[in-house]
């Protein structure tokens, strides 16, 4: 038995594949932060220069050999630690009650810092990740959970 013309046209068209897009709170979160600083990021960070050097080097020739010695070297303070500006406007934004306490105990809590050498110069970098961010202030009652939650189910 052959199918016309008109029992083709009539088969369903094939399916597509469901794309399920899930959000979660970190992600409104996120969002926002993107917001306040204009690109997504994963960690927020400062960094300046604490300290340089120059040097003046010689050479010198005896016969078929020449040598190089440094003469003098200059050593140079860097600059002062920048303020996490970031970091307040985005507390600004989420907890503008938060005590001074309450501050330390978040840089405490939540800064890595590393020292490294670039050109002659030494540099300190402060980094936040925001995913941990995001934990505590859920842990400390800053945000609601609950709230980021329902908000995700909304945009999903």
Excluded at 2 to 9: G, H, L, R, V
Excluded at 89 to 108: D, H, M, Q
Excluded at 135 to 148: D, G, H, Q, S, T
Aim: with cysteine; hydrophobic share 40%; glycine share 4%.
């Amino acid at each position: 038995m052959t199918k016309s013309k008109s029992q083709k046209n009539l088969l369903p068209p094939p399916k597509k594949p469901i794309v399920v897009i899930s959000i979660t709170p970190y992600d409104l979160f996120k969002k926002e932060i993107s917001l306040i600083i204009g690109s997504i990021v994963d960690d927020i960070s400062i960094s300046w220069k604490i300290l340089g050097y120059d040097t003046e080097s010689s050479s010198m020739s005896l016969g078929h050999s020449s040598f190089s010695f440094i003469e003098s070297i200059r050593i140079y303070n860097g600059e002062i630690e920048p303020e996490f500006v970031i970091l307040n406007e985005i507390l600004e934004k989420f907890c503008p009650n938060i005590t001074i306490l309450r501050y330390k105990k978040l840089l405490n809590d939540l800064v890595k810092g590393e020292v490294y050498c670039d050109f002659g110069e030494l540099h300190a970098k402060k980094v936040i990740n925001l995913k941990a961010l995001f934990e505590w202030l859920v842990k400390y009652e800053y945000l609601n959970l609950l709230e980021y939650q329902c908000k995700a189910k909304a945009n999903s």
